[in-house]
């Protein structure tokens, strides 16, 4: 075996010890909520929802509107940039949106047996 000098580093005693994490309880109103009370009052436990925004195409249903939502997907083949389209049908509890609008939508649960999402605002309305 080749000695060790003065100089040379234990590799050892560079390898920090992996910090534990905090064990304390939780109270039983932070695990029945899923959170700690630090957390916003909108905050959901359950995660982020899904937004998107898109403009109303169809507004002809009751307190149902269809909004489409474009995004930019490259061409597996040919790497050029490809509008995609999708229309998704969200609730409109006003009836307040019209065609043309530009909206924002949140998944939420199902409404129907095609409406998964809800207008939360309306951004832009149609001159």
Do not use: Q
Request: charged residues 40%; aromatic residues 2%.
């Amino acid at each position: 075996m080749a000695k060790r000098d003065e100089n040379s580093m234990d590799v050892k005693a560079n390898i920090a010890e992996p910090v534990k994490p905090d064990s304390t309880p939780k109270t039983a109103r932070e695990s029945a909520e899923g959170g700690s009370p630090d957390t916003p009052a909108g905050a959901s436990a359950r995660g982020k929802r899904k937004t998107r925004v898109g403009v109303v195409v169809s507004s002809k249903m009751d307190k149902t509107v269809v909004v489409a939502v474009e995004r930019v997907a490259m061409h597996p083949l040919y790497h050029k940039r490809i509008k995609r389209t999708s229309k998704f049908k969200a609730h409109d509890e006003n009836n307040s949106c019209r065609e043309g609008d530009r909206v924002k939508i949140v998944e939420t649960r199902p409404l129907s047996k095609e409406k998964r999402w809800r207008v939360v605002e309306i951004i832009e309305r149609v001159k």
